[in-house]
């Protein structure tokens, strides 16, 4: 018995198995660096990269969330983990995350979310990141 090569092979499954269920289609992007000046309007924006796009997974089985008060309002942040196949991108906190499309529930597209922790680990079958919700898709 060659316990490497036995962990190689079931982690290649198990990857596999866990691609299959990232059902969503999701984009990730980084501040670039610089800034975008409108010409137009002059408006300056911070400039981002598309560092990801494709498929992923919400999960929200052990949501979390934290009452703040901001401005006189109470704000609940909520936090979900999010999958991505494993060496599809190195994915970084502060990175913004936008589900694109979500066959099983069409009301999670145009959601946005902010990666909060990457949490690494040995034989991992997936990136799992832990995400705040900044926008649903129907807020701007």
Known sequence: MNLGSDL????????DAA????????????????????PA????????EV?????????TFNPHESARETGGSMRVPQRFSVHFPVGSFTPRIG???????????????????????????????AIRCFVDLISTGGES
């Not at 190689?8 to 990857?15: G, I, T």
């Not at 309007?41 to 981002?48: D, N, P």
């Not at 560092?51 to 999960?59: M, N």
Request: net charge neutral; aromatic share 2%.
């Open 95 to 125: 990175d913004m995350l936008t589900v694109l499309d979500s066959p099983h529930d069409p009301a999670l597209a145009g959601n946005r979310y902010r990666i909060a922790s990457v949490m690494n680990k040995t034989a991992a079958t």
């Open 19 to 38: 691609q299959d269920r990232m059902v969503d289609t999701m984009e990730v992007t980084r501040l670039a660096g610089q800034t975008v000046t409108d």
């Open 51 to 59: 560092v990801y796009c494709g498929p992923g997974r919400l999960q």
């Open 41 to 48: 309007s002059g408006e300056v924006t911070a400039a981002t």
């Open 8 to 15: 190689a092979v079931a982690l290649s499954r198990l990857r």
